[in-house]
């Protein structure tokens, strides 16, 4: 029997968020019938925006095809109460990483549920995250606990999945896992619902959140995301160097040599916060740039000068490699600083440079822009600055001839601008104005020309 013959049209749009790639566009999984379950028709797409027009979200979509009329909708009266739900439902225990535990046990706990699935790499990519802030919040004493909710499709894949979990899990069941999905109206994963009120919805992306805060995320209320976010919005615009770049456990930097370097020290100088990676070879390539012009500077400007290093590197050893490569410091790799400054100045992509002025405020985002066009000669990379540069640039251009016949080459030249080149005259790298060949591949500094008599 074909699956058609087993599917009706009625579909229900589950969103895998977080999704990193996947190796094709589209990648199609089936299963078949089975006894006291539907059949269910998966299809992965990377682009949400073809199914459902005006709301782009990241992530892959999950489409589940369900035989008409098996869309189970439970009759409880308390939504919140999951205790109660699991015991109406016949679960006397749940499963934890020592065996079997009563769920009588954990009333008066502040409840969450995951519902999650080994199959899906947003939720193995998720989990770590989950798995850190549990363990802080219980070593803070906070009375919370997790309940694993399983999408997974088979028993082999569910204890998998939860071989590294330190929570709790309803034991597998796919048809009950199913009405507690209905129950919850989760149409994504991974999801996160912690069952109190005001609780941050899975639309609003707690999710997110929880990867953004950690812990302090807690207790995951909307009041709760307000107020971390005024926090942010408050450090950018009014915090000093210190409390920006350091926390009351933390009050120093560390040298490519592993120095602690207190940030008083760099308290006052025009600070870059350099965001990038080991991994990266566009970070590689800006760094070469990066510490010319960090050379430059500090041998002629003296010491009013810094970079700090806040790494994106995937482990340690990857860090201490890429610190121990450049002459400037960096935040420790162990500090959750780290993935703090990345947030609070909206950091997408790396390379990322963002300047920071004697008076402790923001005085450019486009740093790498700034450098990479123009080197240590943007000092001290404010706006004015390199309003200055491009008018100095303009009039410098406005000097020089359009055309120009040169001795050492057989064709016309004409004044050209480049981000870069090499002068086939001396052979050293120039940027901006030069004469080139329209004609071959021929590029000439202006001090270089020798024009005919």
């Given at each position: 029997m074909s699956l058609k013959d087993h599917v009706s049209v009625t579909f229900k749009v589950l969103l895998c968020s977080n999704a990193r790639s996947v190796s094709s566009p589209f990648v199609l999984e089936t299963q078949p019938p089975r006894p006291s379950s539907?059949?269910?028709?998966?299809?992965?797409?990377?682009?949400?925006?073809?199914?459902?027009?005006?709301?782009?979200?990241?992530?892959?979509?999950?489409?589940?095809?369900?035989?008409?009329?098996?869309?189970?909708?439970?009759?409880?009266?308390?939504?919140?109460?999951?205790?109660?739900?699991?015991?109406?439902?016949?679960?006397?225990?749940?499963?934890?990483?020592?065996?079997?535990?009563?769920?009588?046990?954990?009333?008066?706990?502040?409840?969450?549920?995951?519902?999650?699935?080994?199959?899906?790499?947003?939720?193995?990519a998720f989990t770590p995250h989950l798995l850190e802030l549990y363990e802080t919040l219980r070593k803070r004493g906070k009375n919370l606990e997790i309940i694993f909710i399983s999408f997974d499709r088979d028993e082999d894949g569910f204890k998998e999945h939860f071989k590294s979990m330190p929570w709790l899990a309803v034991p597998f069941d796919v048809n009950l896992h199913r009405r507690l999905i209905d129950r919850y109206r989760v149409d994504r994963i991974p999801s996160f619902i912690p069952l109190c009120s005001d609780a941050i919805t899975v639309e609003e992306d707690l999710i997110g959140c929880i990867e953004d805060y950690g812990a302090d995320a807690f207790p995951f209320t909307r009041k709760r995301h307000e107020e971390l976010k005024a926090m942010d919005k408050r450090k950018l615009e009014e915090a000093n160097l210190e409390e920006l770049l350091g926390h009351e456990e933390r009050h120093f930097l560390i040298s490519g040599d592993d120095r602690k370097v207190p940030i008083s020290e760099v308290v006052g100088k025009t600070i870059g916060l350099y965001f990038c990676a080991y991994w990266s070879p566009p970070c590689s390539a800006f760094t070469v740039q990066l510490r010319d012009a960090y050379n430059k500077l500090k041998a002629a400007k003296g010491d009013c000068f810094e970079i700090v290093l806040i790494s994106t590197d995937?482990?340690?050893?990857?860090?201490?490699?890429?610190?121990?490569?450049?002459?400037?410091?960096?935040?420790?790799?162990?500090?959750?600083?780290?993935?703090?400054?990345?947030?609070?100045?909206?950091?997408?992509?790396?390379?990322?440079?963002?300047?920071?002025?004697?008076d402790g405020k923001v005085i450019s985002a486009n740093g790498k822009f700034m450098v990479s066009s123009y080197g240590a000669e943007a000092f001290p990379f404010t706006e004015s600055r390199i309003r200055d540069l491009e008018a100095a640039l303009r009039k410098e251009g406005e000097a020089l001839p359009k055309q120009v016949e040169d001795v050492k080459h057989e064709h016309v030249l004409k004044l050209d601008m480049a981000k870069a080149y090499v002068c086939d005259s001396c052979r050293k790298q120039g940027k901006f104005w030069t004469f080139s060949c329209d004609v071959c591949d021929y590029d000439l500094h202006p001090s270089c020309l020798e024009k005919a008599n």
């Amino acid at each position: 029997m074909s699956l058609k013959d087993h599917v009706s049209v009625t579909f229900k749009v589950l969103l895998c968020s977080n999704a990193r790639s996947v190796s094709s566009p589209f990648v199609l999984e089936t299963q078949p019938p089975r006894p006291s379950s539907y059949p269910l028709l998966f299809i992965f797409s990377s682009n949400f925006k073809d199914i459902k027009k005006g709301k782009q979200k990241r992530g892959h979509l999950l489409y589940q095809a369900t035989m008409a009329g098996l869309n189970f909708e439970a009759t409880y009266t308390d939504n919140h109460d999951i205790l109660k739900i699991l015991e109406a439902e016949g679960v006397e225990f749940l499963l934890s990483s020592e065996g079997k535990v009563p769920v009588s046990e954990y009333n008066g706990k502040v409840i969450c549920l995951f519902f999650s699935a080994n199959w899906c790499r947003p939720c193995r990519a998720f989990t770590p995250h989950l798995l850190e802030l549990y363990e802080t919040l219980r070593k803070r004493g906070k009375n919370l606990e997790i309940i694993f909710i399983s999408f997974d499709r088979d028993e082999d894949g569910f204890k998998e999945h939860f071989k590294s979990m330190p929570w709790l899990a309803v034991p597998f069941d796919v048809n009950l896992h199913r009405r507690l999905i209905d129950r919850y109206r989760v149409d994504r994963i991974p999801s996160f619902i912690p069952l109190c009120s005001d609780a941050i919805t899975v639309e609003e992306d707690l999710i997110g959140c929880i990867e953004d805060y950690g812990a302090d995320a807690f207790p995951f209320t909307r009041k709760r995301h307000e107020e971390l976010k005024a926090m942010d919005k408050r450090k950018l615009e009014e915090a000093n160097l210190e409390e920006l770049l350091g926390h009351e456990e933390r009050h120093f930097l560390i040298s490519g040599d592993d120095r602690k370097v207190p940030i008083s020290e760099v308290v006052g100088k025009t600070i870059g916060l350099y965001f990038c990676a080991y991994w990266s070879p566009p970070c590689s390539a800006f760094t070469v740039q990066l510490r010319d012009a960090y050379n430059k500077l500090k041998a002629a400007k003296g010491d009013c000068f810094e970079i700090v290093l806040i790494s994106t590197d995937r482990d340690l050893d990857e860090f201490n490699v890429n610190k121990s490569s450049m002459p400037w410091l960096a935040l420790p790799y162990e500090d959750r600083t780290r993935h703090d400054l990345r947030r609070i100045f909206n950091i997408k992509g790396i390379p990322a440079l963002v300047f920071i002025g004697g008076d402790g405020k923001v005085i450019s985002a486009n740093g790498k822009f700034m450098v990479s066009s123009y080197g240590a000669e943007a000092f001290p990379f404010t706006e004015s600055r390199i309003r200055d540069l491009e008018a100095a640039l303009r009039k410098e251009g406005e000097a020089l001839p359009k055309q120009v016949e040169d001795v050492k080459h057989e064709h016309v030249l004409k004044l050209d601008m480049a981000k870069a080149y090499v002068c086939d005259s001396c052979r050293k790298q120039g940027k901006f104005w030069t004469f080139s060949c329209d004609v071959c591949d021929y590029d000439l500094h202006p001090s270089c020309l020798e024009k005919a008599n």
